[in-house]
């Protein structure tokens, strides 16, 4: 399982994606933290194209246009809208779009930018959610995808190696070749992105990745649902030691008790507490590395970047617009 994850991570499909934080976590603390609106305009305000402000604010028009209507469309029609608003945006900087398409929900994501076959997914409960959520998710793919053409540029304008696997399609390499030069806060985006996902810290992001099967929201739910079920039984062992003791204790001479049958029942008290420990601490353990997993994927300059523009876009969204008003 770990390597295939590797290389799926590392060599085949190069993926990026957003956690669906309704997946897997059964309490609140447990789901990824998101950025803060401030904090998502300020790295936004430093970085350029789709991630610059006016870009934000293009697209947040763009949704508003759409808000009255929004929740009667299909998810298919909501794909289609997607599609519509990106194209316009790859066709300005010289490259074919990304392919939107809905997915799978199997996986725990929102929605998944595949390099590859150039195109992102999202799911239908992703496309469920309000408006705000949902284009949260499908501008952070968008980004992904600019993010790849960005580093197609600087491996064509450095004269670097191109990836293995062709991880950025051939066609999207031949384009890069013509484009313009990258500006140097372009140049810098694409470096960074370039040493992550390509580069020197290739290994470090391939073992996030691998983690993130690992220490991901289905098996933290895994854990929640086995100390459930650990509690569930010490209840229940409990309450026969108690319910015997109050129909058997009078019953029985003093120097007899606890008889055969409640030191049984003590007995199946104990090891159910012993086995509600155990599940307690080894979802603890679990919660506990699912956070850092978290944390160190969000961390990478491409998910740093592409959440922090897919927050913005959702913080404008879900302020009041003028149909709310009214």
Do not use: C
Not at 49 to 58: C, F, R, T, V
Not at 140 to 146: F, K, L, M, N, Q
Not at 283 to 309: G, S
């Amino acid at each position: 399982m770990q390597l295939k994850l590797i290389n799926d991570f590392s060599t085949k499909k190069l993926k990026t994606g957003e956690e669906n934080p309704d997946s897997g976590a059964a309490v609140a603390s447990s789901a990824p933290v998101a950025a803060s609106s401030t904090g998502a305009a300020s790295a936004a305000t430093e970085k350029t194209g789709l991630a610059h402000p006016d870009a934000i604010k293009e697209f947040v028009a763009q949704m508003r246009e759409v808000e009255s209507q929004w929740n009667t469309k299909s998810p298919e029609e909501k794909i289609a809208h997607f599609q519509e608003l990106i194209d316009p945006k790859f066709d300005a900087i010289g490259v074919r779009a990304p392919t939107v398409k809905l997915m799978d929900p199997t996986g725990g994501r929102s929605g998944e930018f595949n390099s590859t076959e150039w195109s992102f997914g999202m799911t239908e409960a992703a496309l469920g959610k309000p408006m705000a959520e949902s284009a949260k998710t499908a501008y952070h793919e968008t980004r992904h995808a600019e993010q790849y053409f960005m580093m197609a540029k600087h491996i064509a304008q450095t004269g670097i190696a191109p990836p293995p696997y062709k991880q950025i399609p051939d066609d999207v390499m031949a384009v890069a070749q013509t484009a313009p030069k990258l500006s140097g806060a372009e140049a810098k985006e694409a470096g960074e992105y370039h040493k992550s996902i390509f580069g020197t810290d290739a290994k470090k992001r391939n073992f996030v990745l691998t983690s993130l099967g690992i220490y991901s929201q289905a098996a933290l739910m895994t854990k929640w649902q086995a100390l459930t079920a650990a509690q569930k039984a010490h209840g229940v062992a409990d309450e026969t030691v108690k319910k015997y003791k109050a129909d058997n204790q009078k019953l029985v001479d003093s120097g007899k008790w606890p008889d055969e049958t409640q030191k049984q029942n003590g007995e199946v008290r104990k090891k159910a507490r012993q086995e509600w420990d155990g599940a307690l601490s080894a979802y603890n353990d679990m919660e506990q590395k699912f956070k850092e997993t978290q944390a160190k994927y969000r961390a990478l300059p491409e998910e740093e970047d592409a959440h922090a523009v897919g927050d913005a876009i959702m913080a404008a969204l879900s302020s009041p617009s003028e149909l709310h008003k009214a």
